[in-house]
């Protein structure tokens, strides 16, 4: 593995914060370019993200790796897992929690040594860690 990686996205704003908008690239896949605008964090739908959905998605990915990787480490590769995040957003006081849901199927593994990595994963994957203060839910579906 590389000893350090940086990780480049860039956003483009135009106008105010309640009519203006915006894109957001993944500079350093360059995958993706998402539309983003201040509606959608209060109003969230079709065609435009918001940071809440981005972090989601950091976090629901990196879960994901850390907890398979977990799982793996004791002897217990994973055929699937699948883990859904829900960040919550209100304007008065920004972002307030993540609600996380995981399944999958491990060969070998009992529901509670399950629902005992899972709960790992959440404490320990590095964007739970970045997220720090950030209070975050666990449900298990074993």
């Given at each position: 593995m590389a000893n350090s990686t940086v990780s480049t996205?860039?956003?483009h704003w135009e106008g105010g914060?309640?009519?203006g908008a915006g894109q957001t690239t993944l500079e350093t896949s360059g995958v993706v370019t998402l539309d983003v605008a201040w509606g959608k964090r209060t109003d969230p739908g079709q065609g435009t993200t918001n940071p809440e959905e981005l972090i989601a998605a950091a976090f629901a990915t990196c879960y994901s790796m850390a907890l398979t990787n977990e799982l793996t480490e004791n002897g217990h590769a994973p055929e699937?897992?699948?883990t859904t995040v829900e960040v919550s957003?209100?304007?008065k006081d920004g972002i307030s929690g993540a609600k996380l849901?995981?399944?999958g199927k491990v060969p070998g593994l009992d529901a509670e040594?399950?629902?005992e990595k899972a709960e790992w994963a959440k404490d320990n994957c590095p964007?739970?860690?970045a997220l720090g203060g950030l209070k975050k839910e666990l449900v298990v579906n074993a």
């Open positions: 996205a860039s956003t914060l309640t009519d699937f897992l699948d957003f209100n304007p849901t995981v399944s040594a399950f629902k964007v739970s860690k």
